[in-house]
């Protein structure tokens, strides 16, 4: 499993930014796809997943202004997202996600990629 995350950078409050996700080495069709962000200083958290149906799921803090698709034929996943906010600053990592009770999502092969890091400043 290889996932090859872009599309980060500065950005001011409020403003917007849509990152990408490239994977390869599985059949990316058959898995649900998502996106996880790590802040400096705590822990990975989720953030959004689509499944192979294409319905979306989303972090309650997302409220929104997040946007997940993905591209079966180039093998994409992406995230929009829009009014971004101080807190949403991290590191993104896309990643073959699955969702068990009382574990919530979780990475399935537990491969991140070096993800791509979104600043956003007052």
């Known amino acids: 499993v290889q996932l090859q995350a872009s599309g980060g950078g500065l950005v001011q409050a409020g403003g917007s930014l849509s990152i990408s996700c490239v994977a390869s080495?599985?059949?990316?069709?058959?898995?649900?796809m998502g996106w996880f962000r790590q802040a400096p200083g705590r822990e990975r958290e989720f953030v959004s997943a689509i499944a192979v149906s294409g319905k979306e799921y989303y972090a309650g803090f997302v409220k929104g202004r997040f946007t997940i698709s993905r591209d079966i034929y180039d093998y994409m996943v992406h995230l929009q997202m829009n009014t971004l906010e101080l807190e949403d600053t991290a590191r993104y990592y896309c990643?073959?996600?699955?969702?068990?009770?009382?574990?919530?999502?979780?990475?399935?092969?537990?491969?991140w990629g070096q993800g791509t890091l979104v600043t956003v400043s007052s």
């Open positions: 080495g599985f059949q990316f069709e058959n898995y649900v």
């Open positions: 990643a073959v996600l699955d969702h068990a009770p009382g574990k919530g999502w979780f990475n399935k092969f537990d491969a």
